[in-house]
């Protein structure tokens, strides 16, 4: 990709509209745009991060045995009729078609998955397993806020596990959790934890939220030393005292990007969800519910670790691995050489983005920051000179002091690939 093709808006100045610092560098980058309150287009760059964060989601759903599927946005009332929450979900929009059949927009999709896998399960040997989507929902919030961190619509990794055995779901519950885990910690995200939470609205028995620790959140959880974490449903507020060890637990804020449940039968049952079990019976399958909020992610990761100057993504979530800027130069050399760069990494595979124009050199820098590849590759008649490439890294929390900082033109392409290596470590 060249920069000046690359279908995105950078915004001189401040970003009207925008209540939080990850909020206004993602208007300020062009990675979303606001087509109605509380939904967004997703430029080129947001899209690649979303992307990047779908690909993370489904290796490590993948590596727990999930299966992906895909369900639809809307679905007709009967179904949420049947489950019992068409009446009590205040967040789920109601419409008619033109044949006067009721439908929603499904905010969730426990009751379609169980719709689904009535046509599927049989037998109790066809258990344990897991579905999982990523696909967009739609619930009718009150307000909207802080860009992708509350939106009306946007885009969801849910999962739902099917069950013999509380000990079964409970065994599965805890690979998800370690799953997500690993989820967040791919995605760059380091202040991220897990807390006991209620079950509201889903229903069930256990359920935990992840939570990115940061002062902007608008949940307040509540962590011990002991490692008991809960949300403020589940705490009393006046003493704030762990229920586990009676220590005086501390009061932060977050954002929730993952929840996970324990939901039992209450959806198999009400949807009389059946399976054959081993001693002839008729049994309703246990089921667990998994969720992660992808755009939700991308936003948390901006309000954690973006600086003043743009996104600070790592090699698993940025749009590019990789900008090649050429600087221009009176001998005609640099933009040559750094279209050659451009071109080779390409050839080799590598997300790059080009920055060729006719442009001042503290712009090309501050669009650099921006789109923040983690690799910065700058072609300089300078460099040029003593047969090098100049290398910036965007950020990152590695010991750089043995990586180079220039190296000759005949080794630029397996010296940046080592670099991608080292900074996925």
């Not at 033109?98 to 969730?108: E, Q």
Request: proline share 3%.
């Amino acid at each position: 990709m060249r920069i000046e093709n690359l279908c995105v808006k950078r915004l001189i100045g401040e970003a009207a509209g925008a209540t939080t610092h990850g909020h206004k560098i993602a208007l300020k980058g062009g990675y979303i745009y606001q087509t109605f309150q509380g939904g967004y287009t997703l430029s080129p760059l947001g899209w690649r991060v979303v992307r990047n964060i779908e690909n993370i989601i489904r290796q490590e759903m993948d590596a727990i045995d999930g299966q992906e599927i895909l369900m639809p946005v809307v679905s007709g009332a009967d179904i949420w009729r049947e489950s019992g929450r068409y009446d009590t979900v205040d967040v789920l929009a109601k419409f008619k078609g033109r044949s006067g059949t009721d439908y929603v927009l499904n905010p969730t999709h426990e009751e379609v998955v169980v719709d689904f896998v009535k046509s599927v399960l049989e037998t109790y040997r066809q258990m344990p397993f897991m579905v999982y989507q990523i696909q967009t929902k739609f619930r009718d919030e009150l307000r909207a806020r802080a860009g992708l961190i509350r939106t009306r619509e946007f885009i969801m990794k849910d999962a739902y596990s099917f069950h013999e055995t509380y000990e079964d779901l409970e065994t599965y519950y805890n690979r998800c959790l370690e799953a997500y885990k690993t989820i967040f910690a791919r995605c760059g995200m380091k202040n991220v934890v897990h807390v006991l939470s209620s079950t509201g609205d889903m229903g069930g028995s256990v359920a935990h939220e992840f939570q990115l620790i940061n002062d902007m959140g608008e949940d307040t959880i509540y962590l011990c030393d002991c490692g008991f974490n809960t949300n403020k449903e589940l705490i009393d507020d006046e003493s704030e005292t762990c229920p586990k060890c009676g220590a005086k637990m501390h009061k932060v804020r977050g954002i929730e990007i993952g929840n996970i449940f324990q939901l039992g039968t209450k959806y198999s049952d009400s949807m009389n969800l059946t399976y054959t079990a081993p001693d002839g019976e008729s049994k309703h399958p246990i089921m667990g519910c998994y969720g992660i909020g992808v755009g939700r992610t991308m936003a948390a990761i901006l309000e954690e670790s973006a600086d003043e100057k743009g996104p600070i993504w790592n090699m698993e979530t940025a749009p590019f691995a990789v900008e090649v800027i050429g600087l221009s130069d009176k001998e005609g050399k640099t933009l040559p050489m750094a279209e050659k760069i451009y071109t080779d990494l390409k050839a080799a595979g590598i997300e790059v983005i080009l920055d060729n124009r006719d442009a001042r050199a503290g712009e090309k820098f501050a669009d650099a920051d921006l789109v923040a590849a983690p690799i910065r590759l700058i072609v300089s008649a300078k460099n040029l000179a003593n047969n090098a490439i100049e290398v910036k890294y965007r950020v990152n929390d590695k010991d750089t002091t043995n990586m180079p900082t220039s190296f000759g033109l005949e080794t630029y392409l397996a010296d940046t690939q080592n670099a991608i290596s080292e900074l996925l470590k």
